[in-house]
């Protein structure tokens, strides 16, 4: 049978936010084990005491490797912060004819003042992010192609970093662990030389906001 220590080892593990936060003493292990209680009565099946987890975190967090070096600074300040709404989000599958209605898109936008078009394109997928003044386009140049997902209403965030910025170590990791610990959850992120665009519902957008305009303070 499962120990105590065993799985709030495996809880920890799991979780890179628990590692760092115990690693760099930031989480009160009281109040980490009274939340965790419920967890593992349920995965353990029987009553689990409060200081039992207790000592299992301390044994768990001597045993995590030391900090090797210096997070980035929380308020690591970026350029300016843009929004675009109402976006949407397709997805097609490779094929041999994928490419040549990426280029009949990039012509048609480029005499369309009031579109906007993101192009993504991996081994396997393109994907296209729209306004929805280009929806009719992106639709008609890819009709043949094979559509495996899609997903309306998006909202992206754009920072703006100075040409100096991106060089800094843990600056990209620095904003999606501060989402993260927020429960703001993004749809897609895409980055450029001096940008980072995060794709995420309607619902997340006023919270994001929020976060990622506190580091332009």
């Known amino acids: 049978m499962l120990s105590v220590a065993a799985r709030v080892e495996r809880i920890v593990m799991d979780s890179q936010f628990l590692v760092e936060g115990l690693r760099r003493n930031l989480i009160n292990l009281s109040e980490l084990a009274r939340q965790l209680q419920p967890q593992l009565e349920t995965d353990l099946w029987k009553p689990v005491g409060q200081a039992a987890v207790v000592m299992a975190l301390r044994r768990v967090t ?37 490419a040549a209605g990426h280029r009949q898109l990039l012509e048609r936008m480029a005499v369309m003042d009031s579109a906007f078009v993101m192009v ?17 386009v992106v639709e008609e ?4 192609q094979c559509l495996r997902a899609r997903q309306d ?3 992206a965030l ?3 970093f100075n040409g100096g910025q991106r060089c800094g ?38 919270a994001a906001y929020t976060l990622l305009a506190q580091t332009q303070a």
């Open 62 to 98: 001597k045993r995590l490797p030391a900090v090797d070096r210096p997070a980035a600074a929380p308020g690591q300040k970026t350029g300016e912060l843009t929004t675009r709404t109402d976006l949407s989000e397709y997805t097609y599958r490779h094929s041999d004819t994928l």
């Open 120 to 136: 993504t394109r991996g081994v396997n997928e393109l994907m296209v992010i729209c306004n929805r003044s280009a929806q009719p």
């Open 141 to 144: 140049v890819f009709a043949g």
């Open 153 to 155: 209403g998006l909202t």
């Open 158 to 160: 754009t920072l703006h």
């Open 169 to 206: 170590p843990g600056i990209y990791q620095s904003i999606l662990s501060q989402l993260a610990w927020e429960q703001i959850q993004l749809v897609n992120l895409i980055c450029t030389y001096t940008e980072l665009t995060l794709l995420m519902e309607p619902g997340q957008t006023a």
